[in-house]
C-alpha cells in the first residue's frame, strides 16, 4: 500500500512564504512525477507543480516566479516553497505521486490527504 503524507500548510498573510513538504512511501518499484495540486473552495483542483524523475521541473502560470518544486528521488519527497503568496492561493494542496508497482505494471496515482493554505490580505 502507497501511502502519500502532506505537511506544512498553514495561514500567512499576503506577501509571505510556506514551505510544504511531502513523503510517499510503500511498495514503489519506481516513481515517474511527484507533483502538488490545489483546490479553492467552489473550483475544480488544478496543477501547481511537478517535477519529474530527472528532476525537471513543471509550473502552472499562475505561480510561475513563485514557486519553487524540488524533491529527492532517494527517498521520495518532494518539497513546494511558495513565496510571495496571494489571497489567491488560498487552497488546499494535495500531494501526488506517479508511480509503478513493477517494471511491467500501469502507472499508478496516489493522493495525500491535502494539506490547507490560507492566505489573507
Known amino acids: 500500500q502507497v501511502q502519500v503524507v502532506e505537511s506544512g500548510g498553514g495561514s500567512v498573510q499576503a506577501g509571505g512564504s510556506l514551505m510544504l513538504s511531502c513523503a510517499v512511501s510503500?511498495?514503489?518499484?519506481?516513481?515517474?512525477?511527484m507533483g502538488w495540486y490545489r483546490q479553492a473552495p467552489g473550483k475544480k483542483r488544478e496543477m501547481v507543480a511537478l517535477i519529474t524523475r530527472g528532476g525537471d521541473p513543471y509550473y502552472a502560470d499562475s505561480v510561475k516566479g513563485r514557486f519553487t518544486i524540488s524533491g529527492d528521488n532517494t527517498n521520495y519527497t518532494v518539497y513546494l516553497a511558495m513565496d510571495n503568496l496571494t489571497p489567491e492561493d488560498t487552497a488546499v494542496y494535495y500531494c501526488n505521486a506517479d508511480y509503478l508497482l513493477s517494471i511491467r505494471s500501469a502507472p499508478l496515482y496516489a493522493w495525500g490527504q491535502g494539506t490547507l493554505v490560507t492566505v489573507s490580505s
Open positions: 510503500g511498495s514503489i518499484f519506481k516513481i515517474n512525477t
